[in-house]
Antibody, heavy 118, light 107 residues
């Protein structure tokens, strides 16, 4: 059974940093690109960042470019999101998602909540 | 690519047919168009990929169609569990884009 379990969310002040983790199981992790998608309270879905299976390709939404860094450790079946210079508008539930066929997300974690507030 | 969904909200009764629209700001390859369902408090679930291919375990009352700039998700007969928010999604130029969603609510 495919499982994606996020961790690392919490309450943080504006300007500070947070690192999210996603532990994957139930599939051959290094065969898949992985992404992060977020959802602000009561709002829609927003793609945040993605990383290829071999970490060569890393992409970011304009809203987080230069502040967030995605990485992965295939030996640990994990993907990470380092979030720096956090803003109140980064407040959201952050989902770890698996990419299938390079075109869509077939598995989603339950999400980890990030709240940026003073 | 900007995705626009209409209507914002669709008020229907169980058993009725739901037709949801997703429009792209320019022509896209249907291979890169997907639909998701999100029920309240739940994680989004993949319904359709490649504009018309149902994901594993998705009932056949859900169908997708369209090409170019106009895509449609149809629910032939609404079941109580189908009342949810539906998002279309596109992949292109190394990034993913979601539409704003259509809420299907009980009339």
């Amino acid at each position: 059974e495919v499982q994606l379990v996020e961790s690392g969310g919490g309450l943080v002040q504006p300007g500070r940093s947070l690192r999210l983790s996603c532990a994957a199981s139930g599939f051959t992790f290094d065969n898949y690109a992985m992404n992060w998608v977020r959802q602000a309270p009561g709002k829609g879905l927003e793609w945040v960042s993605g990383i290829s299976w071999n970490s060569i390709s890393r992409e970011y939404a304009d809203s987080v470019q230069g502040r967030f860094t995605i990485s992965r450790d295939n030996a640990k079946n994990s993907v990470y999101l380092q979030m720096n210079s956090l803003r109140e508008e980064d407040t959201a539930l952050y989902y770890c998602v698996r990419v299938f066929g390079g075109t869509h997300f077939d598995y989603w974690g339950q999400g980890t909540l990030v709240t940026v507030s003073s | 690519i900007v995705l626009t969904q209409s209507p914002d909200t669709l008020s229907l009764s169980p058993g009725e047919r739901a037709t949801l629209s997703c429009r792209a700001s320019q022509s896209i390859d249907s291979f890169y168009l997907a639909w998701y369902q999100q029920t309240p408090g739940q994680t989004p679930r993949l319904l359709i990929s490649g504009a018309s291919s149902r994901a594993t375990g998705i009932p056949d009352r859900f169908s997708g169609s369209g090409s170019g700039t106009d895509f449609t998700l149809t629910i032939s007969r609404l079941e109580p569990e189908d009342f949810a928010v539906y998002y279309c999604q596109h992949y292109g130029m190394a990034r993913f884009t979601f539409g704003p969603g259509t809420k299907v609510e009980i009339k």
